[in-house]
């Protein structure tokens, strides 16, 4: 087993471009960060930490 100290981490993003009617466009940005740390064998209880940002 690795002596590292995370399970997972997964890291994305995403824009998107909208566009309804003349003059009436926006743009979306988003991100994330979910962490998902190594726990003891027997422990039932996960540690995570999951950070989000949405900008518009």
């Known amino acids: 087993m690795g002596k590292g ?5 997964s890291i994305g993003s995403a824009y998107n471009y909208y566009h309804y009617d003349k003059n009436l466009s ?3 940005y988003s991100g994330h960060l979910n962490i998902l740390f190594k726990k003891r064998p027997r422990s039932e ?4 930490i999951g950070i989000s940002l949405f900008y518009q």
């Open 45 to 48: 209880i996960n540690k995570t």
């Open 5 to 9: 100290i995370f399970r997972r981490m």
């Open 26 to 28: 926006y743009k979306k």
